[in-house]
């Protein structure tokens, strides 16, 4: 990491209210790093759908069991991980929430929301154990139509 | 800022406004509970009124269809109305805006439930 490099890290309790919080620590270290009104939004529903991914699937909702989340800001991009306690997935077992038999399913869109709103998207195995999320989105340039509170581009569109 | 919802008759229809984010907790769980009160009260049209509503996420969506499902499994019908521009984006990304009937007019709204 550069000496201009961020770090947050913040251990979660499973509980509902870690969604939120995780959502606006990330939302104002986001605006503060020059992202623009849409990316804002991506980052933070990215971030909730992590933590509620680790809150729901990982952690099984059990109070005993941390969230880890780390933040880092580098000078190209904003990476955030999200670690819980669980037994840990892959990836290529999760439903496509797209399959017309999936359409009516009452969940399974969180990690399809985060591969869609963030540049880089991947699942690893924990540390110590669990599964890990990293995400990251490359930081506006200085300037540009999606830095520091313009629309910038429009939501990610899929072929129907 | 956390869900609110009230809702109006229109005929055989009934309007729900909601207002504020539809998100996993609080809000999901008002939105579930409004709809399965309507339906024990044999509401079985219903028509939610999103344009306040400028937020959902994942656990809001999967609410939305399991509304969908409750309502049409009692032989009645669930539409959409008024979608901000954010909530329209996401229900087209997750390919439920083919699910869904959306209008843009409460009229129109109104008149498709004959």
């Avoid at chain 1, 009516?104 to 999320?133: C, H, N, Q, Y």
């Avoid at chain 2, 999103?50 to 937020?55: I, N």
């Avoid at chain 2, 999967?62 to 309502?71: I, M, N, P």
Wanted: hydrophobic residues 40%.
């Amino acid at each position: 990491m550069g000496s201009d490099d961020k770090h947050l890290e913040v251990t979660l309790e499973t509980q509902v209210e870690s969604v939120n919080l995780a959502e606006e620590m990330c939302l104002r270290m986001a605006e503060a790093a020059g992202f623009g009104e849409d990316d804002c939004y991506r980052i933070g529903m990215s971030v909730r759908e992590g933590v509620i991914n680790a809150f729901h699937y990982g952690n099984q909702e059990r109070p005993e069991k941390k969230i880890h989340l780390a933040v880092d800001l580098t000078t190209d991009k904003m990476i955030i991980h999200v670690l819980d306690e669980g037994t840990g997935f892959k990836l290529s077992d999760v439903p496509d929430p797209l399959a017309e038999e999936n359409l009516l399913s009452t969940s399974g869109r969180g990690i399809f929301l985060m591969r869609a709103f963030m540049d880089e998207f991947d699942v690893v195995p924990g540390k110590t154990g669990g599964a890990e999320i990293v995400m990251s989105k490359k930081l506006p340039a200085p300037g540009s139509a999606s830095a520091n509170g313009e629309g910038g581009q429009s939501a990610p569109q899929q072929e129907a | 800022m956390s869900l609110h919802a009230t809702h109006r008759d229109a005929g055989k229809v009934t309007v729900v406004d909601l207002s504020g984010r539809i998100t996993l907790g609080e809000g999901s769980a008002l939105l579930r509970t409004t709809i399965r009160g309507l339906l024990d009260d044999q509401r079985t049209m219903i028509l939610l009124n999103l344009a306040d509503v400028d937020y959902i996420d994942s656990s809001g969506i999967g609410e939305l269809v399991s509304g969908f499902t409750a309502v049409k499994n009692r032989n009645g019908e669930l539409k959409l109305l008024h979608l901000t521009k954010k909530v329209r984006d996401l229900l087209q990304i997750t390919k439920l805006f083919t699910v869904f009937d959306v209008f843009t007019d409460e009229g129109a709204a109104l008149r498709s439930f004959d």
